[in-house]
């Protein structure tokens, strides 16, 4: 059975589409078999990313792994029985199709509260939240005191998720592993960050998820998208010596990897 991985967070620009191509990427380059889905249906900016990264393959004649974006199925409204959803039902459809033939399934989420990002939150057998290192993006999980110091109760994405976990936990399949990224820290020992440690590993506690390193504010990243490209695919476009910062992002991504604890992947990218 493929392991679901959902990249989900309510707010835009925390960074999901980068971290879910960096993820799809790294397990297609280990032999996974990956397939994905990105349930932003307007924008598509995960699919977008799959979609020029095909076009530069065939433009530059190259053999780049890659995980494999697919549509949601259509469905017919008129079977549907009343109450049901036609979403719930385009999702679990596209889901059931990709499992036998997938290791793992990779579900890009909007950034906004819909049906499909509510649904496939509860089919996660390990949820990324990436998020900026911000209290005005911490908010979205918890309320916090004006000193910073203070949980004052769940916000409305970790009721979500809890939700979530427990439609799981009814239907008895095992609990979320939870796992909040940190994206876009400084490298300075700054008030602000120390003060959003403190805080989410304090959250962390309180409402039962892992907190792994992400991505520093890099130029590389926006670069990259218009190739559809990610950080392990610089040498082989012809990239002889990585800098500074590309070599930094790289180790990024492999302690992001080592975090997931993905089940049969061993990290050596």
């Known amino acids: 059975m493929a392991h679901i991985i959902v990249v989900g967070n309510e707010k835009g620009g925390a960074g999901k589409s980068t971290v879910s191509m960096h993820v799809g990427t790294a397990l297609s380059r280990m032999g996974h078999k990956v397939s994905a889905l990105d349930l932003d249906l307007r924008q598509r900016t995960f699919g977008r990313y799959v979609e020029n990264r095909a076009?530069?393959?065939?433009?530059?004649?190259?053999?780049?792994?890659?995980?494999?974006?697919?549509?949601?199925?259509?469905?017919?409204?008129?079977?549907?029985?009343?109450?049901?959803?036609?979403?719930?039902?385009?999702?679990?459809?596209?889901?059931?199709?990709?499992?036998?033939?997938?290791?793992?399934?990779?579900?890009?989420?909007?950034?906004?509260?819909?049906?499909?990002?509510?649904?496939?939150?509860?089919?996660?057998?390990?949820?990324?939240?990436?998020?900026?290192?911000?209290?005005?993006?911490?908010?979205?999980?918890?309320?916090?005191?004006?000193?910073?110091?203070?949980?004052?109760?769940?916000?409305?994405?970790?009721?979500?998720?809890?939700?979530?976990?427990?439609?799981?936990?009814?239907?008895?399949?095992k609990p979320i592993d939870w796992i909040v990224v940190r994206n876009r820290m400084g490298a300075q020992r700054m008030v602000n960050k120390e003060k959003m440690e403190k805080a989410i590993k304090m959250l962390s506690k309180r409402i039962g998820f892992r907190i792994a390193p992400g991505f520093s504010e890099r130029v590389i990243f926006r670069e990259l998208f218009p190739r559809g490209l990610t950080l392990l695919d610089l040498k082989d476009i012809g990239v002889k010596q990585l800098n500074i910062s590309n070599v930094a992002a790289r180790q990024e991504l492999r302690e992001l990897l080592k975090s997931l604890h993905l089940p049969g992947v061993e990290v050596d990218v």
Request: include cysteine; glycine fraction near 4%.
């Open 55 to 173: 076009s530069f393959i065939k433009a530059s004649d190259l053999d780049l792994p890659s995980p494999d974006v697919h549509d949601l199925p259509e469905i017919d409204a008129s079977a549907l029985k009343p109450g049901e959803n036609i979403y719930d039902h385009r999702l679990s459809a596209a889901v059931a199709t990709l499992e036998p033939d997938s290791d793992f399934i990779l579900i890009d989420c909007p950034g906004s509260h819909t049906r499909l990002s509510q649904v496939a939150h509860s089919l996660a057998d390990t949820l990324i939240t990436p998020l900026n290192d911000s209290f005005i993006d911490f908010d979205l999980l918890a309320r916090i005191d004006s000193t910073g110091d203070k949980i004052l109760g769940p916000s409305v994405y970790s009721e979500m998720v809890w939700n979530a976990r427990q439609l799981r936990a009814q239907a008895g399949l």
